[in-house]
Protein backbone atom coordinates (compact mmCIF):
# COMPACT_ATOMS: atom_id res chain seq x y z
CA UNK A 1 0.00 0.00 0.00
CA UNK A 2 3.06 2.61 0.83
CA UNK A 3 4.10 1.73 -2.60
CA UNK A 4 1.25 2.55 -4.20
CA UNK A 5 0.76 6.25 -2.31
CA UNK A 6 4.20 6.82 -3.08
CA UNK A 7 3.08 6.35 -6.77
CA UNK A 8 -0.05 8.74 -6.84
CA UNK A 9 2.41 11.36 -4.90
CA UNK A 10 4.95 11.03 -7.46
CA UNK A 11 2.17 10.85 -10.69
CA UNK A 12 0.49 14.07 -9.25
CA UNK A 13 4.23 15.68 -8.91
CA UNK A 14 5.24 14.95 -12.04
CA UNK A 15 2.11 16.18 -13.54
CA UNK A 16 2.63 19.24 -11.89
CA UNK A 17 5.63 19.82 -12.73
CA UNK A 18 4.95 19.14 -16.79
CA UNK A 19 1.96 21.41 -16.65
CA UNK A 20 3.47 23.87 -15.58
CA UNK A 21 7.46 23.95 -16.43
CA UNK A 22 7.93 21.71 -19.39
CA UNK A 23 7.65 22.97 -23.16
CA UNK A 24 4.98 21.64 -25.03
CA UNK A 25 2.88 19.88 -22.44
CA UNK A 26 -0.45 20.02 -24.01
CA UNK A 27 1.28 17.59 -26.42
CA UNK A 28 2.75 15.32 -23.70
CA UNK A 29 -0.63 15.14 -21.86
CA UNK A 30 -2.78 15.17 -24.52
CA UNK A 31 -3.91 11.61 -24.35
CA UNK A 32 -4.69 11.69 -21.00
CA UNK A 33 -6.90 15.15 -21.86
CA UNK A 34 -8.83 13.30 -24.26
CA UNK A 35 -9.13 10.26 -21.67
CA UNK A 36 -10.48 12.41 -19.00
CA UNK A 37 -12.96 13.88 -22.34
CA UNK A 38 -14.44 10.52 -22.81
CA UNK A 39 -14.75 10.17 -19.43
CA UNK A 40 -16.99 13.19 -18.81
CA UNK A 41 -18.99 12.58 -21.70
CA UNK A 42 -20.23 9.01 -20.72
CA UNK A 43 -20.89 10.53 -17.18
CA UNK A 44 -23.12 12.89 -18.94
CA UNK A 45 -24.79 9.28 -20.69
CA UNK A 46 -24.91 7.44 -17.84
CA UNK A 47 -26.98 9.87 -16.29
CA UNK A 48 -28.91 10.53 -18.68
CA UNK A 49 -29.97 6.90 -19.59
CA UNK A 50 -30.46 6.05 -15.70
CA UNK A 51 -32.60 9.16 -15.84
CA UNK A 52 -34.62 8.13 -18.47
CA UNK A 53 -33.22 9.61 -21.40
CA UNK A 54 -31.66 8.32 -24.65
CA UNK A 55 -27.52 8.91 -25.80
CA UNK A 56 -27.37 10.24 -29.53
CA UNK A 57 -23.90 9.83 -30.27
CA UNK A 58 -20.39 11.31 -28.48
CA UNK A 59 -17.76 13.72 -30.07
CA UNK A 60 -14.09 14.09 -28.94
CA UNK A 61 -12.91 16.94 -30.54
CA UNK A 62 -8.95 17.28 -31.44
CA UNK A 63 -8.62 19.76 -29.27
CA UNK A 64 -9.59 17.83 -26.24
CA UNK A 65 -12.90 19.53 -25.91
CA UNK A 66 -16.16 17.33 -26.85
CA UNK A 67 -19.71 16.62 -26.21
CA UNK A 68 -22.24 14.05 -25.74
CA UNK A 69 -25.87 14.39 -27.72
CA UNK A 70 -28.21 13.58 -24.87
CA UNK A 71 -32.08 13.21 -25.56
CA UNK A 72 -34.34 13.61 -22.37
CA UNK A 73 -33.48 12.71 -19.20
CA UNK A 74 -33.84 14.99 -16.02
CA UNK A 75 -31.07 18.33 -16.57
CA UNK A 76 -30.38 18.57 -13.45
CA UNK A 77 -28.36 15.41 -13.16
CA UNK A 78 -27.38 15.28 -16.62
CA UNK A 79 -25.13 18.85 -16.60
CA UNK A 80 -23.03 17.89 -13.75
CA UNK A 81 -23.00 13.94 -14.99
CA UNK A 82 -19.91 15.26 -16.65
CA UNK A 83 -17.80 16.42 -14.61
CA UNK A 84 -19.27 14.41 -11.75
CA UNK A 85 -18.88 11.69 -13.88
CA UNK A 86 -15.33 11.88 -14.65
CA UNK A 87 -14.38 11.39 -11.29
CA UNK A 88 -16.31 8.24 -10.70
CA UNK A 89 -14.16 6.63 -13.70
CA UNK A 90 -10.97 8.52 -12.45
CA UNK A 91 -12.25 6.88 -7.82
CA UNK A 92 -13.21 3.50 -10.42
CA UNK A 93 -9.63 3.38 -11.55
CA UNK A 94 -7.78 4.64 -8.36
CA UNK A 95 -10.10 2.32 -5.80
CA UNK A 96 -9.70 -0.80 -8.10
CA UNK A 97 -5.66 0.11 -8.35
CA UNK A 98 -5.32 0.43 -4.52
CA UNK A 99 -7.80 -2.12 -2.79
CA UNK A 100 -8.86 -4.50 -5.36
CA UNK A 101 -5.89 -5.32 -7.58
CA UNK A 102 -6.83 -9.04 -8.69
CA UNK A 103 -9.60 -7.32 -10.73
CA UNK A 104 -7.89 -5.14 -12.27
CA UNK A 105 -7.92 -6.80 -15.51
CA UNK A 106 -11.17 -7.12 -15.51
CA UNK A 107 -11.65 -3.36 -15.20
CA UNK A 108 -9.65 -2.83 -18.27
CA UNK A 109 -12.20 -5.80 -20.15
CA UNK A 110 -14.92 -3.16 -19.08
CA UNK A 111 -13.41 0.07 -20.04
CA UNK A 112 -12.68 -1.75 -23.63
CA UNK A 113 -16.35 -2.65 -23.96
CA UNK A 114 -17.29 0.75 -23.03
CA UNK A 115 -15.21 2.36 -25.34
CA UNK A 116 -15.94 -0.07 -28.54
CA UNK A 117 -19.57 0.46 -27.14
CA UNK A 118 -19.46 4.00 -27.72
CA UNK A 119 -17.64 3.84 -30.96
CA UNK A 120 -19.98 1.53 -32.66
CA UNK A 121 -23.17 2.79 -30.93
CA UNK A 122 -22.88 6.16 -30.03
CA UNK A 123 -21.68 7.03 -33.43
CA UNK A 124 -21.09 11.03 -34.01
CA UNK A 125 -17.32 10.96 -36.22
CA UNK A 126 -15.37 8.96 -37.94
CA UNK A 127 -12.65 10.61 -35.70
CA UNK A 128 -13.86 10.01 -32.42
CA UNK A 129 -14.44 6.44 -33.28
CA UNK A 130 -11.09 5.65 -34.69
CA UNK A 131 -9.73 7.52 -31.21
CA UNK A 132 -11.64 5.03 -28.94
CA UNK A 133 -10.77 1.86 -30.84
CA UNK A 134 -7.25 3.50 -30.72
CA UNK A 135 -7.48 3.48 -26.92
CA UNK A 136 -9.34 0.22 -26.77
CA UNK A 137 -6.75 -1.54 -28.66
CA UNK A 138 -4.13 -0.25 -25.97
CA UNK A 139 -5.51 -1.23 -23.40
CA UNK A 140 -6.36 -4.88 -25.14
CA UNK A 141 -2.33 -4.89 -25.40
CA UNK A 142 -1.92 -3.41 -21.53
CA UNK A 143 -4.24 -6.43 -20.17
CA UNK A 144 -2.25 -8.72 -21.61
CA UNK A 145 0.68 -7.13 -18.74
CA UNK A 146 1.10 -8.73 -15.26
CA UNK A 147 -1.51 -7.77 -12.75
CA UNK A 148 0.95 -5.42 -10.74
CA UNK A 149 2.07 -3.26 -13.91
CA UNK A 150 -1.85 -3.46 -15.22
CA UNK A 151 -2.80 -2.29 -11.41
CA UNK A 152 0.26 0.78 -11.23
CA UNK A 153 -1.39 1.68 -14.87
CA UNK A 154 -4.95 2.25 -13.62
CA UNK A 155 -3.23 4.38 -10.38
CA UNK A 156 -1.95 6.36 -12.60
CA UNK A 157 -4.20 7.26 -15.07
CA UNK A 158 -6.76 7.16 -11.88
CA UNK A 159 -4.47 10.24 -10.44
CA UNK A 160 -3.89 11.85 -13.69
CA UNK A 161 -7.42 11.95 -14.41
CA UNK A 162 -8.52 13.24 -10.77
CA UNK A 163 -5.81 15.75 -10.70
CA UNK A 164 -6.81 17.30 -14.63
CA UNK A 165 -10.72 17.71 -13.61
CA UNK A 166 -9.76 19.03 -10.06
CA UNK A 167 -7.40 21.88 -11.64
CA UNK A 168 -10.29 22.30 -14.20
CA UNK A 169 -13.03 23.39 -11.25
CA UNK A 170 -12.77 26.57 -12.39
CA UNK A 171 -14.76 25.95 -15.99
CA UNK A 172 -16.31 22.98 -14.15
CA UNK A 173 -16.40 22.84 -17.83
CA UNK A 174 -17.77 26.69 -17.85
CA UNK A 175 -20.80 25.35 -20.68
CA UNK A 176 -22.18 22.95 -18.28
CA UNK A 177 -21.85 24.99 -15.28
CA UNK A 178 -23.06 28.11 -16.69
CA UNK A 179 -26.61 25.49 -17.97
CA UNK A 180 -27.12 24.25 -14.98
CA UNK A 181 -26.80 27.46 -12.81
CA UNK A 182 -29.41 28.85 -15.39
CA UNK A 183 -31.17 25.88 -14.39
CA UNK A 184 -31.11 26.02 -10.55
CA UNK A 185 -29.86 29.45 -9.87
CA UNK A 186 -30.05 29.32 -5.86
CA UNK A 187 -26.52 29.83 -6.04
CA UNK A 188 -24.05 31.81 -8.46
CA UNK A 189 -21.71 29.57 -11.04
CA UNK A 190 -18.28 29.76 -9.06
CA UNK A 191 -20.64 28.53 -5.79
CA UNK A 192 -21.74 25.72 -7.69
CA UNK A 193 -18.23 24.87 -9.01
CA UNK A 194 -16.75 24.72 -5.50
CA UNK A 195 -20.06 22.72 -4.80
CA UNK A 196 -19.22 20.27 -7.53
CA UNK A 197 -15.11 20.07 -6.50
CA UNK A 198 -15.91 19.85 -3.12
CA UNK A 199 -17.79 16.65 -3.98
CA UNK A 200 -14.80 15.23 -6.11
CA UNK A 201 -12.60 15.73 -3.30
CA UNK A 202 -14.90 14.36 -0.62
CA UNK A 203 -14.99 11.10 -2.58
CA UNK A 204 -11.67 10.63 -3.66
CA UNK A 205 -10.65 11.45 -0.14
CA UNK A 206 -12.64 8.47 1.30
CA UNK A 207 -11.34 6.87 -1.06
CA UNK A 208 -7.42 7.05 0.38
CA UNK A 209 -8.15 6.95 3.65
CA UNK A 210 -9.84 3.28 3.58
CA UNK A 211 -8.42 0.86 5.93
CA UNK A 212 -7.79 -2.30 3.49
CA UNK A 213 -10.14 -5.06 4.75
CA UNK A 214 -8.58 -8.53 5.20
Known amino acids: MRKKLFLIILTAIL ?22 TFFHETGHAFFALITGGMVEG ?3 NSDGSGFA ?4 GWSFLVLPGGYIGSAL ?21 FIIAILVF ?20 FLVWMSRQKKGIISNVLLILGTTSLIYIIMDF ?18 PAFL ?3 VWLVSVLALTYAILIRKKRI
Open 15 to 36: YWIIKNYVPYSGYILYPITLLV
Open 58 to 60: IQI
Open 192 to 194: WAI
Open 118 to 137: SAIVWFNSIGTSALLIAFAA
Open 89 to 109: WGNLLLYMALYKEKYSRFLLY
Open 170 to 187: NGGPSSDLARFTALIPIL
Open 69 to 72: RIGG
